[in-house]
């Protein structure tokens, strides 16, 4: 046990070996520990989500060249990345061995420096996602049709700088959204159609300026409904006075929007009714932005799932603890996995089970220390064994790695496949590079310099000033002094629609909008209508007015 762990009966306190503060291990957190046989996290949970987000690449798009054929792929992954790069369908092929990298264990070495030797020598896939048709400019895109400069998306059509979504169409800049069509600038929104400007607002059609909806119609700049039409400011009119009213808000015109969102974001905090957390169907556990989940404690973004701890965006997980973005069971440390099952320290792995230490695997089983294995049994480093001998060798290097406390630790920042800046952390958990570096960890520099006949503040206000050649310009971001452009398919839909250009470059927008959802360190306060505390996500800087335990929004506005 740690010696800086001081037991007492119901509880333990650890200091975080990151950020050096104290934090609590549970009773459960050792018995879960004890079953899998490692030993209780030596971070806090804030530091070991940095950790493991810090392996999710959030980078920047850009043209490279397959290590294996030659030929231009589009990846997220920088300049500088320490292994190879091959097209997802060249990695999934028998062009190449993964074998052909194996290694003996050294137990004179640490595990971790042998692991690092691998993993820059196997080739890695230059994105994740299959059965795609022309989405070569996303990440992370499954079963999906022309999706442009996304990320985290599934069963998408024509959308272009979104994030995290599912069943979405014919829209651009959503976020954490589900089944969407025709909207834009949108976050946290379900089953909406022709809505803009919408935060955590469901079933709505043909509005805009919404917060907290359900089930309403031509709506403008309106908060806390239910099953209304023809609101705004939450006054009602007639359907006649309501589209005359409209006319006076110049929704084509950037700055007039800029000023309507600011008047919007005010009186929203000032007026709104703010449920304390924006969990559903969900017993005994605690978090925010839970679905479906039972038993689960310390989560976040967590769906379908059960007796979790501490996991920070997952689905359909069950007994595990510690992980990002991934459905596993029975597991700890798992990165961005898709279902697996009793696994320890795993990166972007895919239906394996009794493993540990796999980066890049995909239905493997007992295997260990191993990067870009597919559907392989008993290896150890990319090296084949039979059972009788994998079974010996993973005792001993248990044994080695216990003594060089080693085992049961999460892979050293320095193993990431890129910066800690273009990296998931860094959009929930903003870090300096002093303190990254002095982790450890890596970070990348920006060499984005703006071109001499680049436009930036200078883009037309109007969306009806915008000429036909604008797609041809460069445009330079003024608060990243980063490249892009407006694209043909994009400049049509802010003309059918009446949606002025934006000024700044999409990943700037997405991190706008996520940074609502970003507040994940929990704050205590008093519930504004009935008095008693809470924990609520909601920073003092927001200035809200009303937040509300579950039973009182319930009450008067659910």
Same mark, same amino acid.
Request: with cysteine; aromatic share 16%.
């Given at each position: 046990?740690?010696?800086?762990?001081?037991?007492?009966?119901?509880?333990?306190?650890?200091?975080?070996?990151?950020?050096?503060?104290?934090?609590?291990?549970?009773?459960?957190?050792?018995?879960?520990?004890?079953?899998?046989?490692?030993?209780?996290?030596?971070?806090?949970?804030?530091?070991?989500?940095?950790?493991?987000?810090?392996?999710?690449?959030?980078?920047?798009?850009?043209?490279?060249?397959?290590?294996?054929?030659?030929?231009?792929?589009?990846?997220?992954?920088?300049e500088s990345v320490r292994f190879p790069l091959y097209s997802h369908d060249e990695w999934i092929s028998d062009a190449w061995d993964p074998f052909a990298y194996g290694q003996d264990y050294d137990p004179s070495r640490l595990f971790f420096e042998?692991?690092?030797?691998?993993?820059?020598?196997?080739?890695?896939?230059?994105?994740?996602?299959?059965?795609?048709?022309?989405?070569?400019?996303?990440?992370?895109?499954?079963?999906?049709?022309?999706?442009?400069?996304?990320? +985290?998306?599934?069963?998408?059509?024509?959308?272009? $700088?979104?994030?995290?979504?599912?069943?979405?169409?014919? +829209?651009?800049?959503?976020?954490?959204?589900?089944?969407?069509?025709?909207?834009?600038?949108?976050?946290?929104?379900?089953?909406?159609?022709?809505? &803009?400007?919408?935060?955590?607002? &469901?079933?709505?059609?043909?509005?805009?300026?919404?917060?907290?909806? &359900?089930?309403?119609?031509?709506?403008?700049?309106?908060?806390?409904?239910?099953?209304?039409?023809?609101?705004?400011?939450?006054?009602?009119?007639?359907?006649?006075?309501?589209?005359?009213?409209?006319?006076?808000?110049?929704?084509?015109?950037?700055?007039?929007? !800029?000023?309507y969102k600011k008047e919007f974001q005010e009186v929203v905090a000032r007026e709104a009714i703010h449920r304390q957390n924006f969990n559903f169907q969900v017993t005994n556990s605690t978090g925010n932005i839970l679905n479906e989940c039972k038993?689960?404690? @310390?989560?976040?973004?967590?769906?379908?799932?059960?007796?979790?701890?501490?996991?920070?965006?997952?689905?359909?997980?069950?007994?595990?603890?510690? +992980?990002?973005?991934?459905?596993?069971?029975?597991?700890?440390?798992?990165?961005?996995?898709?279902?697996?099952?009793?696994?320890?320290?795993?990166?972007?792995?895919?239906?394996?089970?009794?493993?540990? $230490?796999?980066?890049?695997?995909?239905?493997?089983?007992?295997?260990?220390?191993?990067?870009?294995?597919?559907?392989?049994? $008993?290896?150890?480093?990319?090296?084949?064994?039979?059972?009788?001998?994998?079974?010996?060798?993973?005792?001993?290097?248990?044994?080695?790695?216990?003594?060089?406390?080693? !085992?049961?630790?999460?892979?050293? $920042?320095?193993?990431?496949?890129?910066?800690?800046?273009?990296?998931?952390?860094?959009?929930?958990?903003?870090?300096?590079?002093?303190?990254?570096?002095?982790?450890?960890?890596?970070?990348?520099?920006?060499?984005?310099?703006?071109?001499?006949?680049?436009?930036?503040?200078?883009?037309?206000?109007?969306?009806?000033?915008?000429?036909?050649?604008?797609?041809?310009?460069?445009?330079?971001?003024?608060?990243?002094?980063?490249?892009?452009?407006?694209?043909?398919?994009?400049?049509?839909?802010?003309?059918?629609?009446?949606?002025?250009?934006?000024?700044?470059?999409? @990943?700037?927008?997405?991190?706008?909008?996520?940074?609502?959802?970003?507040?994940?360190i929990p704050i205590k306060g008093d519930c504004s209508l009935c008095g008693k505390s809470i924990t609520h996500f909601y920073p003092p800087e927001g200035h809200y007015k009303k937040i509300a335990c579950v039973e009182c929004y319930q009450q008067?506005?659910?």
């Amino acid at each position: 046990m740690n010696p800086e762990i001081k037991n007492n009966s119901t509880s333990s306190l650890q200091v975080c070996q990151a950020c050096k503060s104290q934090f609590t291990i549970e009773p459960d957190d050792f018995a879960f520990c004890t079953e899998l046989d490692v030993p209780v996290p030596d971070e806090c949970k804030w530091c070991l989500w940095k950790h493991l987000l810090s392996f999710w690449v959030f980078g920047r798009f850009r043209k490279a060249k397959s290590a294996l054929s030659g030929k231009t792929i589009i990846t997220t992954f920088s300049e500088s990345v320490r292994f190879p790069l091959y097209s997802h369908d060249e990695w999934i092929s028998d062009a190449w061995d993964p074998f052909a990298y194996g290694q003996d264990y050294d137990p004179s070495r640490l595990f971790f420096e042998q692991f690092a030797e691998l993993q820059a020598k196997v080739p890695h896939p230059h994105q994740s996602g299959v059965q795609n048709t022309r989405c070569d400019w996303s990440d992370d895109v499954w079963r999906s049709k022309d999706c442009y400069l996304s990320r +985290s998306v599934l069963d998408c059509e024509n959308i272009s $700088y979104c994030y995290r979504t599912l069943n979405c169409k014919n +829209s651009i800049d959503l976020t954490y959204s589900f089944d969407l069509e025709l909207c834009y600038d949108c976050l946290y929104c379900f089953k909406c159609f022709k809505t &803009r400007h919408a935060f955590n607002s &469901r079933d709505c059609i043909e509005s805009a300026f919404l917060y907290d909806c &359900r089930n309403v119609q031509s709506c403008f700049m309106c908060w806390n409904l239910r099953n209304k039409s023809y609101y705004i400011l939450n006054r009602p009119y007639t359907k006649e006075a309501y589209f005359e009213k409209i006319k006076e808000f110049d929704l084509k015109s950037r700055s007039a929007v !800029w000023k309507y969102k600011k008047e919007f974001q005010e009186v929203v905090a000032r007026e709104a009714i703010h449920r304390q957390n924006f969990n559903f169907q969900v017993t005994n556990s605690t978090g925010n932005i839970l679905n479906e989940c039972k038993n689960c404690k @310390d989560c976040y973004f967590l769906e379908y799932s059960e007796n979790c701890h501490a996991i920070f965006r997952g689905f359909e997980s069950k007994d595990s603890a510690y +992980s990002v973005g991934s459905a596993v069971e029975k597991g700890v440390f798992s990165v961005v996995d898709g279902f697996v099952y009793e696994t320890l320290a795993t990166l972007h792995t895919a239906s394996c089970r009794y493993s540990a $230490y796999l980066d890049y695997c995909e239905e493997c089983e007992y295997c260990f220390g191993c990067v870009g294995l597919r559907k392989k049994k $008993y290896c150890i480093l990319n090296k084949q064994y039979t059972k009788e001998e994998y079974e010996l060798r993973i005792a001993n290097i248990k044994a080695d790695m216990k003594n060089k406390g080693e !085992w049961g630790k999460f892979f050293p $920042y320095k193993l990431a496949y890129g910066g800690y800046n273009f990296s998931l952390a860094s959009v929930f958990f903003p870090e300096s590079k002093k303190h990254i570096e002095k982790l450890g960890g890596l970070w990348e520099e920006s060499e984005d310099v703006a071109a001499e006949d680049a436009i930036s503040d200078d883009i037309p206000d109007r969306i009806d000033d915008v000429l036909d050649d604008f797609p041809t310009k460069q445009l330079i971001c003024s608060k990243t002094r980063r490249r892009f452009n407006i694209a043909s398919h994009e400049l049509m839909f802010y003309r059918q629609n009446g949606i002025p250009v934006p000024q700044y470059h999409f @990943d700037v927008r997405t991190l706008e909008q996520l940074a609502s959802l970003a507040v994940v360190i929990p704050i205590k306060g008093d519930c504004s209508l009935c008095g008693k505390s809470i924990t609520h996500f909601y920073p003092p800087e927001g200035h809200y007015k009303k937040i509300a335990c579950v039973e009182c929004y319930q009450q008067n506005v659910a």
